[in-house]
């Protein structure tokens, strides 16, 4: 059974850098794709980055020109990254990473990390 484990976070001060990670590991399969969410108490979950299948990327407006989600350089197939820069305040969530794992061809959606607190200091 494939399981998702995220890590990076912690507390960062206005205008630095955090990269959050996710690695999957179990079950033979590799990340097809990935995406990131955010979340703070009382608030529905927010997509801020994509990476699809074949590669691209989307960013979400708030985190424009800020967040770039990238494979692992010597992990790629089950490792994906969430490098932020510029953090703001307003950044401070639980960040998720939900992936989409591929096994001999076959996609199986939705498997979510259990989450990590990033907090930037005002």
């Known amino acids: 059974q494939v399981r998702i484990v995220e890590s990076g976070g912690g507390l960062v001060q206005f205008g630095g850098s955090r990269t959050v990670s996710c690695v999957a590991s179990?079950?033979?399969?590799?990340?097809?794709?990935m995406d990131w969410y955010r979340q703070v108490p009382g608030k529905n979950r927010e997509l801020v980055a994509e990476?699809?299948?074949?590669?691209?990327?989307?960013?979400a407006a708030a985190v424009k020109g800020r967040f770039t989600v990238s494979r692992d350089s010597e992990n790629s197939e089950n490792a994906v990254h969430l490098s932020m820069d510029s953090l703001k305040p307003e950044d401070t969530a639980v960040y998720y990473c939900?992936?989409?794992?591929?096994?001999?061809?076959?996609?199986?959606?939705?498997?979510w990390g259990q989450g990590i607190q990033v907090c930037v200091s005002a």
């Open positions: 990476l699809s299948g074949d590669g691209r990327t989307k960013d």
């Open positions: 179990g079950g033979g399969g590799s990340i097809y794709a």
């Open positions: 939900n992936a989409d794992i591929e096994v001999n061809r076959v996609l199986y959606r939705d498997h």
